[in-house]
């Protein structure tokens, strides 16, 4: 028996204005339909790298799924700053939309709970990353910005990759490919996946690809990292993307114009990246799958998750020649 055209159409119209409230919710947009990514609430620096009877004052909460958070993760394993810096991990309730703590943390069950305790307001939305300062029982910073310049400053540990990720004589190379690479590619994916209109998805799938091409153009020259022969701030805040890319990007948020074998230098360059030393422990690839296609309640209201290969394997995949 078939469904009446009438039925389809109140279904469409009623199932669109659900989604518009959810992901309204979700991600709030602007009057041209583009994410618009919230502010952070805790801006405040890292009070110094303090221990009481070794356990360190500061603790840099983490969500495995969340790439702002995975740049935070990587700074400290690339520095080695794990006996000055703990780590708490919370995941996502997919029942409740929010986080919540593997193990109770602090006497909390839930990451909004740290922010009512730091005294955020009922409207905050409770994000990863948190830098928490156990001395004063509050938050320090929850902007991933700040977070990884903050650690960086830190005195890198006995088995850091690098001794800093910010050299001197790169530092305005720096900024510009940070500036650039945050708006087109970092936030660009969520603008494609949480756009409201058509134009505003195009707008923001043009900028991810500008951006791609922009690095790749970067790379073809033989360097090993995007502002030349030292690894840098920019690096780490690119790969979060591109290591996500085929578990969530590349489908669940419409950014398969081109597969990223594509851009072989781009490939190159992930690879190289995940073969540092302590990075793929951060990249647990089957969790982000899981987490994404089933808790974006609003991109996948199914709940089915699809099954595809892990990073590890696709980066042990050469793409093919043109």
């Given amino acids: 028996m078939s469904i009446p055209p009438a039925v389809v159409s109140i279904s469409r119209q009623l199932w669109h204005s659900q989604w518009l409230m959810l992901m309204n919710g979700l991600a709030p947009a602007d009057e041209r339909g583009s994410f618009r990514r919230r502010p952070s609430c805790f801006r405040e620096t890292l009070l110094g790298s303090g221990n009481d009877q070794g356990i360190p004052r500061h603790v840099l909460v983490i969500g495995q799924s969340c790439p702002w958070a995975h740049r935070t993760w990587l700074v400290r394993q690339l520095k080695d700053l794990a006996t000055v810096v703990d780590m708490a991990v919370v995941r996502p309730n997919s029942a409740t939309g929010?986080?919540?703590?593997?193990?109770?943390?602090?006497?909390?069950?839930q990451l909004w709970q740290l922010y009512r305790q730091s005294g955020a307001g009922p409207g905050a939305?409770?994000?990863?990353?948190?830098?928490?300062?156990?001395?004063?029982?509050?938050?320090?910073?929850?902007?991933?910005?700040?977070?990884?310049?903050?650690l960086d400053i830190l005195p890198p540990g006995p088995h850091a990759v690098a001794t800093t990720l910010r050299p001197a004589d790169l530092v305005p190379s720096i900024q510009t490919w940070s500036e650039w690479l945050q708006s087109d590619v970092n936030d660009g994916v969520y603008r494609c996946g949480f756009a409201r209109t058509q134009e505003a998805y195009q707008r923001a799938l043009d900028d991810v690809f500008a951006g791609l091409d922009a690095v790749e153009q970067a790379l073809a020259d033989g360097r090993p990292w995007i502002c030349g022969e030292s690894l840098t701030m920019v690096d780490v805040r690119l790969f979060p993307t591109m290591a996500r890319?085929?578990?969530?990007?590349?489908d669940l948020f419409g950014c398969g114009l081109r597969p990223l074998w594509s851009f072989p230098c781009l490939w190159a360059w992930r690879r190289r990246f995940y073969q540092l030393p302590n990075v793929a422990a951060t990249c647990?690839?089957?969790?982000?799958?899981?987490?994404y296609f089933g808790s974006?309640?609003?991109?996948?209201?199914?709940g089915i998750v699809p099954q595809a290969p892990s990073l590890a394997s696709l980066l042990s995949l050469n793409p093919p020649r043109s």
């Fill in 245 to 250: 890319w085929e578990a969530a990007y590349q």
């Fill in 284 to 291: 647990p690839s089957e969790t982000w799958r899981q987490d």
């Fill in 98 to 109: 929010r986080w919540v703590f593997r193990e109770p943390f602090e006497g909390f069950q």
């Fill in 125 to 150: 939305h409770a994000t990863v990353p948190v830098l928490w300062d156990r001395y004063e029982g509050r938050i320090v910073n929850n902007e991933s910005a700040d977070i990884i310049e903050q």
């Fill in 296 to 302: 974006l309640f609003p991109l996948n209201p199914s």
